[in-house]
């Protein structure tokens, strides 16, 4: 199975800054795209920031030019660098990676992690 452990959520003031983490683990064929989601309470998930494998990426209009998403292929990790912190960033964020899992005939399937809450205090 393909784990993702997320670290880096916690508490902050608004305009700091925090850096989220999440690290695929498990047998894993390959990687394709890896982002963050988050979901803030009362409201819908939401795609936050996106890395394809090829490193092109896609960002949320409320977060372009605060946050940069990026990868790291050997540690099979994706990084979002949230800067400029709002109250309204406040959430609970979910790494989401599209992966091939071994198997006969590997498939793309989407895996999620547990979520890390991010709170930002006004």
């Known amino acids: 199975q393909v784990q993702l452990v997320e670290s880096g959520g916690g508490l902050v003031q608004a305009g700091g800054s925090l850096r989220l983490s999440c690290a695929a683990s498990g047998m894993i064929f390959s990687i394709n795209a890896m982002g963050w989601y988050r979901q803030a309470p009362g409201k819908q998930r939401e795609l936050v920031a996106r890395?394809?494998?090829?490193?092109?990426?896609n960002y949320a209009d409320s977060v372009k030019g605060r946050f940069t998403i990026s990868r790291d292929n050997a540690k099979k990790t994706v990084y979002l660098q949230m800067n400029s912190l709002k109250y309204e960033d406040t959430a609970v964020y979910y790494c989401?990676?599209?992966?091939?899992?071994?198997?006969?005939?590997?498939?793309?399937?989407?895996?999620w992690g547990q979520g890390t809450q991010v709170t930002v205090s006004s």
């Open positions: 890395i394809s494998s090829g490193d092109s990426t």
């Open positions: 989401h990676v599209v992966a091939k899992e071994v198997a006969i005939v590997p498939k793309s399937r989407d895996y």
